[in-house]
């Protein structure tokens, strides 16, 4: 199980969660927590379906190595766990 880094932005209503390094992975939602789950969901099925082609996610950033940019907040994904 991984923890990815994911960075947040937005505003009341509209937020936007994004992977470093899984470009192309984005969750959006009218809150925060919103946004969060489905960021989770969002990286749980890309993670089910690169395991069904045969594929592994690579390691995630070190969270003191991800470059945050301005108006964006560095959060955590919670630990993705593929079903067999």
Do not use: C, W
Request: charged share 15%; glycine share 10%; hydrophobic share 45%.
């Amino acid at each position: 199980m991984s923890q990815y880094p994911a960075l947040i932005d937005g505003e009341k209503g509209a937020y936007g969660v994004t992977f470093p390094d899984l470009p192309g992975i984005v969750a959006m939602g009218s809150t925060i927590e919103e946004a969060m789950a489905h960021a989770e969901q969002a990286l749980r099925g890309y993670a089910t379906e690169a395991s069904r082609a045969g594929s592994v996610l690579g390691p995630p950033t070190a969270v003191e190595n991800v470059e945050v940019p301005h108006g964006h907040a560095l959060v955590s994904v919670p630990p993705v766990a593929l079903a067999d």
